[in-house]
């Protein structure tokens, strides 16, 4: 029996195919809910996780019970047994080496951490990810980095995907376009920090936000390729997972369907479900 934790969360929903949940709810800790708000049993959604190619488990960077469900959640299905790799956001493909060596116990936490730049390139809180690095090391778990170099994204983010490309090899192939809503909601980023978007900085902007959704996409993929009969699960940020316009987007324009996502989203007295189509949980 999976000991879930008690963690304040509203839900976290999972998803067979790209969907909006509807309603308000506010999720008891320990339950998992579909995305119409239902009561799911946790064996549901593991069954499914288990069935599926790809995982994708979202997080609010940092946040040590979320790092404690994804790490249940990977124990769950090693448990079922199910191969498992792990794609972690936090790290760039070029610390892959520095992965390897911690997932092969010869680096020390506090060796791991700086041999990684984890302070300098994530900067969260690294303790708070112990339990998933922890795991991984334990059980063996493949670990891949999935993140590019930020300066390239930087270039997207100023010029455009088309024009940072011309400097040199590009680390990612040119993402899909975002669907409408997806554009929809950036642009309210944009504009929660104080900046109403001309078209052309609206469009730079989503192309550096789908350039993250096309790497972790084509990191997870890549990673199947690498140890074949896995489940790819990709530790992802919320915004990346939410309702399945981000990587999930990118991996079916890829050709893969075969995705189950689920994440956290606050708890608080307006309660929403939010996220893809298919299952969900909470916590308390």
């Given at each position: 029996?999976v000991?879930?934790?008690?963690?304040?969360?509203?839900?976290?929903?999972?998803?067979?195919?790209?969907?909006?949940?509807?309603?308000?709810?506010?999720?008891?800790?320990?339950?998992w809910?579909?995305?119409?708000?239902?009561p799911?049993?946790?064996?549901e959604f593991?069954?499914?996780?288990?069935?599926?190619?790809?995982?994708l488990?979202?997080?609010?960077?940092?946040?040590?019970?979320?790092?404690?469900?994804?790490?249940?959640?990977?124990?769950?299905?090693l448990?079922?047994?199910?191969?498992?790799?792990?794609?972690?956001?936090q790290?760039?493909?070029d610390?892959?080496a520095?992965l390897?060596?911690?997932v092969?116990?010869?680096?020390?936490?506090?060796?791991?951490?700086?041999?990684?730049?984890?302070d300098?390139?994530?900067?969260?809180?690294?303790?708070?990810?112990?339990?998933?690095?922890?795991?991984g090391r334990e059980?063996?778990?493949?670990?891949?980095?999935l993140?590019v170099?930020?300066?390239?994204?930087?270039?997207?983010?100023?010029?455009?995907?088309?024009?940072?490309a011309?400097?040199?090899?590009?680390?990612?192939?040119?993402?899909a376009?975002?669907?409408p809503?997806?554009?929809?909601?950036?642009?309210?980023?944009?504009?929660a920090?104080?900046?109403e978007?001309?078209?052309a900085?609206?469009?730079?902007?989503?192309?550096?936000?789908t350039?993250?959704?096309?790497?972790?996409?084509?990191?997870?993929?890549a990673?199947?390729?690498?140890?074949?009969?896995?489940?790819?699960?990709g530790v992802?940020?919320?915004g990346?997972v939410?309702?399945g316009?981000?990587?999930?987007?990118?991996?079916?324009?890829?050709?893969?369907?075969?995705?189950?996502a689920?994440?956290?989203a606050?708890?608080?007295?307006?309660?929403?479900v939010?996220g893809?189509?298919?299952?969900?949980?909470?916590?308390?």
């Open positions: 029996m000991a879930w934790p008690k963690f304040a969360l509203l839900a976290l929903v999972a998803s067979m195919a790209v969907g909006v949940a509807s309603g308000e709810a506010c999720v008891a800790p320990g339950v809910r579909d995305r119409e708000g239902q799911m049993p946790a064996a593991l069954d499914r996780a288990a069935q599926s190619v790809i995982v488990l979202g997080e609010r960077h940092g946040t040590p019970e979320h790092h404690r469900w994804q790490a249940e959640v990977v124990k769950a299905l448990d079922r047994g199910r191969a498992v790799v792990i794609g972690l956001e790290l760039p493909r610390r892959q520095v390897d060596r911690w092969a116990g010869e680096l020390t936490p506090e060796e791991f951490r700086r041999a990684s730049g984890w300098e390139l994530w900067g969260h809180d690294f303790e708070a990810y112990r339990p998933l690095l922890d795991l059980r063996r778990v493949p670990m891949v980095a993140n170099d930020r300066a390239f994204v930087r270039a997207v983010g100023r010029e455009g995907f088309a024009r940072a011309t400097s040199g090899p590009a680390p990612v192939g040119r993402p376009p975002a669907p809503a997806y554009r929809d909601r950036l642009a309210e980023v944009l504009r920090h104080g900046r978007p001309t078209a900085a609206l469009d730079r902007f989503v192309e550096a936000q350039v993250w959704d096309r790497a972790f996409a084509e990191g997870l993929m990673a199947r390729a690498r140890f074949p009969g896995s489940i790819a699960v992802l940020g919320l990346h939410e309702h316009w981000g990587t999930e987007h990118q991996l079916r324009v890829l050709g893969e369907t075969r995705v189950v689920a994440l956290p606050p708890a608080g007295e307006a309660c929403r939010v893809g189509s298919g299952a969900s949980f909470g916590g308390g």
